[in-house]
């Protein structure tokens, strides 16, 4: 069955510290992986896309993952993270039907 | 604002009321796609449809929920006898093919009493 699981619940972190998120999917076929991003109030936005070639995908505002087919994992990553980062990030795999299965979800908050 | 427009933002309803929520998709986009989304958890599929043409239900789509996208431009999810278990956050997400970028409306957020 097709599954994501994002290892983190709830992240702290301290303006300019780095971010590393988790995220582990299970899925036979060609994989296709996305990391969104919901900032409070707002929709459901893309941060990245990992389709193929490069493992190292960039995406908006300074994000990046790295797809590690070995480890079946596309973590999401950030330098240094600023106050305007708090939000809620979806990892998500997409099936061959397009439907996007979902983890549950990472609640960052970055305190000035 | 071109994007994926959902309607009513808010719903809020008493136990056993019908309740029918509408999505429009960014123009031209074939695929439209159905989430619900609950408190601390990520948004679960529920259906999608090719056009007009509904090609998956999520075995969470139960027979008192039905989805309908006439003409191939906007679709309605439909909840009879709305449950207390169906307050949730329904998120509507369209894209022009299965291979490209799935954009999301803000969601209508369902409250039943």
């Known amino acids: 069955a097709q599954s994501v699981s994002q290892h983190n619940h709830h992240v702290i972190l301290s303006e300019a510290a780095s971010l590393e998120l988790g995220c582990n999917y299970s899925y036979g076929g060609t994989v296709n992986l996305f990391w969104y991003v919901q900032y409070p109030g707002q929709h459901l936005q893309l941060l990245l896309k990992y389709f193929s070639g490069d493992p190292l995908v960039k995406g908006i505002k300074g994000f990046e993952a790295e797809f590690i087919k070995s480890k079946f994992s596309f973590n999401l990553r950030k330098p240094s993270v600023q106050w305007s980062d708090t939000a809620e990030y979806f990892c998500a795999v997409k099936g061959n039907t397009g439907k996007l299965i979902f983890g549950q979800g990472t609640t960052l908050q970055v305190k000035p | ?113």
């Not at chain 2, 808010?10 to 998709?25: A, E, L, S, Y």
């Not at chain 2, 999608?48 to 996208?69: C, G, I, P, T, V």
């Not at chain 2, 449950?83 to 799935?102: P, W």
């Open chain 2, 1 to 113: 604002d071109t994007g994926v427009s959902q309607n009513p933002r808010h719903k809020i309803t008493k136990r056993g009321q019908n309740v029918t929520f509408r999505c429009d998709p960014i123009s031209e986009h074939n695929r439209l796609y159905w989430y619900r989304q609950t408190l601390g958890q990520g948004p679960e599929f529920l259906t999608y449809f090719q056009n007009e043409a509904q090609l998956e239900k999520s075995r969470l789509l139960s027979d008192r929920f039905s989805a309908e996208r006439p003409k191939g431009s906007f679709s309605t999810l439909e909840i009879q006898r709305t449950e207390q278990g169906d307050s949730a956050m329904y998120l509507c997400a369209s894209s022009f093919s299965s291979n490209t970028e799935a954009f999301f409306g803000q969601g209508t957020r369902l409250t039943v009493v």
